[in-house]
C-alpha cells in the first residue's frame, strides 16, 4: 500500500508566498451536486448529436444572492457528457457568453487545432462551431474547459468545465459501481473565493496560480454525500487553476486507484493518500463497508474537510477485480526519431517554456503521426525552493517511462496526459500521436498557460501534407 504523496514535499503549494489557506465556507451543508447526463439531441445508429452551449447564469452558492457563473448547458460547471468507444459524436458548440470562448476536449485524441478546442478554434459571441469525430480510445475520465489565450483561467474561474466520461466493452465488463450519483460519482475539485456572493478574477488574480478561499466541489460548498452503497467509486479531477489537492480520509481509511487520466490501470494500486496537481484525474474505490449507520467519514486535503460521507444501511457488497485490470498496449519508440527535450522554468511571470513564451503563430517542434518518440519533460524551476509544474499535451495519451532515472509511481503505468514534474527532475515518457493536427502543449497552472508557459507541435504525415492557417492571439481575441 502507498501510505505518502509522491511528489516533493519541499515544493507544494502551500510554501508559496501567495498560498491562500483554505476555510470552511459560511452556511449550511449542503448535498454534494451531482451533474445530470448530457441528453443527446438525436442519435442516428452509432451516431450520437449534442449540442453545448457556454453560457452566463446564476448559481446558489453562499447563504444571501446568487453568484454570477458561468456554465455549459446550465449556469455553472455542466453535465456529464457520455462517449462510447467506436461510435461517431456530431457536436454543436454554442457560445452565449459575450466574449470569445473555446471548447477545449481534455484528454480526448481528436484532430486538432480546431475540433480539439484549443486557442486556434475561436467560437464568437451568438456563433457556433461543429465537430464530428470517432472515438477510439479506451475508457477513460476526461473533461471539457475553455482554452481561449490568454483567458483560460478566468473562465475556468467563472465556472466553464464538465466532466467527461468515455465507455468500452472492456470496462464495462468489469464489477465496478454503476449507478451515476447513488455509487458512481464525479468529485471535480476547484477552489473560489468570493466578494459580496461574487466572482471577481481581477481581486483575487496571482499570476504563480490564482487560489480561493473556499473548496468549491462541483459547485458546492460544504457538501455531504450520503453513502447508500458499501463501495462507491469516485472520480477525481483537479480542476483548479492552481491548487494541488492531497487527498485522505480522516482515519487513513485505505482506497484503491483503478485509473489514470487516460483510463483503467493495468493493476489496482492500494493507497491510503492521494495528490493531484492540476489537471490530474484519478479514478478510485472506496469501501464503506466497515463502518456501522450513522458514522461519519471525512475526506480531507491536507488539515482541511472537504466532504463528509455519512454512513447509511446497506447490504454487503464485494467487488472483483481482474489481474491485470486492463491490457495497456506499450507503445514501441520509433528508433530514428530523436529524442525531444522541452524544459519548464520560472515563476511568476518569469515563467518560460524552452526559454520562449507562447506565439500562436509559431510552430516549435514537428512530430509524425503514428510515430513514437521519448520525450524528456525538465523542470528546471528553482527560484525559492521551486514549484511543481504540471505538463499536459492535448491530443493524445503517453506512458511514462522514468522519473530521474528511476521507476515511476505504482499508479503512473497507464495512460497519462497530464503529469506533475518536481523541481530539478526530469520526466521520461513515451508519445505517439495518432491524429494529424498541431496541439499545445503547457503547464496546467492555467495562470501560467496564459501568461505563455506553452508552445505547440505540428503532427504530420510526409505524404500528405497539410497547410494551417495560424491566428494571433489578437485576432482569435
Known amino acids: 500500500m502507498i501510505t505518502k504523496y509522491l511528489y516533493d514535499e519541499n515544493a507544494y503549494d ?29 442519435v442516428e445508429g452509432n451516431d450520437i448529436f449534442y449540442t453545448v452551449t457556454a453560457q452566463a447564469g446564476e448559481t446558489s452558492i453562499l447563504p444571501g444572492a446568487k453568484t454570477r457563473t458561468w456554465g455549459y448547458n446550465g449556469s455553472i460547471l455542466g453535465p456529464l457528457i457520455k462517449f462510447e468507444m467506436g461510435k461517431t459524436y456530431h457536436v454543436t458548440l454554442k457560445n452565449e457568453l459575450d466574449e470569445v470562448t473555446t471548447f477545449h476536449w481534455h484528454g480526448l485524441n481528436i484532430v486538432g487545432p480546431y475540433d480539439d478546442g484549443g486557442p486556434h478554434a475561436p467560437v464568437y459571441p451568438n456563433g457556433e462551431r461543429k465537430i464530428t ?112 489537492w492531497r487527498l485522505h480520509f480522516e482515519d487513513f481509511h485505505p482506497f484503491t486507484q483503478i485509473g489514470s487520466d487516460g483510463g483503467l490501470l493495468p493493476e489496482a494500486v492500494e493507497l491510503d493518500r492521494i495528490m493531484l496537481t492540476c489537471a490530474e484525474r484519478a479514478d478510485i474505490l472506496v469501501d464503506f463497508s466497515e463502518y456501522a449507520p450513522g458514522q461519519e467519514v471525512i475526506l480531507k486535503t ?109 499508479n ?25 493536427g498541431i496541439f499545445m502543449y ?4 492555467l495562470e501560467h498557460e496564459d501568461t505563455g508557459m506553452m508552445a505547440q507541435i505540428e503532427i504530420f504525415d510526409p505524404k500528405h501534407p497539410i497547410e494551417y492557417h495560424l491566428m494571433s492571439m489578437d485576432h482569435q481575441m
Not at 165 to 186: A, M, Y
Not at 412 to 436: A, M, Q, S
Request: charged letters at 25%.
Open 133 to 244: 469525430f470517432t472515438v477510439d480510445q479506451p475508457a477513460a475520465n476526461i473533461w471539457l474547459h475553455p482554452h481561449p489565450c490568454p483567458q483560460t483561467a478566468r473562465q475556468v474561474w467563472n465556472g466553464l468545465a464538465a466532466p467527461v466520461i468515455i465507455s468500452d466493452q472492456h470496462e464495462e465488463s468489469l464489477d465496478l459501481p454503476r449507478q451515476w450519483g447513488v455509487d458512481d460519482f464525479p468529485i471535480v475539485l476547484q477552489d473560489r473565493t468570493y466578494h459580496e456572493n461574487q466572482l471577481d478574477y481581477n481581486e483575487d488574480y496571482d499570476v504563480d496560480g490564482t487560489l480561493g478561499r473556499y473548496a468549491l466541489i462541483n459547485g458546492t460548498v460544504n457538501p455531504v454525500v450520503d453513502v447508500k452503497k458499501p463501495i462507491m467509486r469516485l472520480r477525481l479531477l483537479n480542476g483548479s487553476n492552481r491548487r494541488e
Open 14 to 42: 502551500y510554501h508559496d508566498g501567495g498560498y491562500v489557506q483554505l476555510e470552511q465556507a459560511p452556511g449550511a451543508e449542503h448535498q454534494l451536486n451531482v451533474p445530470p447526463i448530457l441528453a443527446p439531441d438525436r
Open 442 to 445: 503547457h503547464c496546467h497552472i
Open 412 to 436: 503512473e503505468h497507464g495512460w497519462k496526459d497530464t503529469i506533475g514534474v518536481n523541481p530539478n527532475e526530469t520526466v521520461t515518457i513515451k508519445v505517439r500521436f495518432t491524429k494529424l
Open 302 to 410: 491536507d488539515d482541511f474537510n472537504l466532504i463528509k460521507f455519512k454512513i447509511g444501511d446497506f447490504d454487503a457488497e464485494k467487488i472483483e477485480l481482474p489481474s491485470p485490470l486492463a491490457k495497456i498496449e506499450e507503445i514501441k519508440v520509433d528508433s530514428e526519431t530523436p529524442v525531444f527535450k522541452t524544459v519548464m522554468s520560472g515563476m511568476d511571470d518569469q515563467v518560460r517554456l524552452d526559454g520562449k513564451l507562447f506565439d500562436m503563430q509559431r510552430i516549435d517542434t514537428r512530430q509524425e503521426v503514428n510515430k513514437t518518440q521519448i520525450w524528456e519533460i525538465s523542470n528546471t524551476n528553482d527560484m525559492d525552493g521551486g514549484m511543481i509544474h504540471p505538463f499536459h499535451i492535448h491530443g493524445c495519451q503517453f506512458q511514462l517511462i522514468k522519473r530521474n532515472g528511476k521507476e515511476v509511481n505504482p
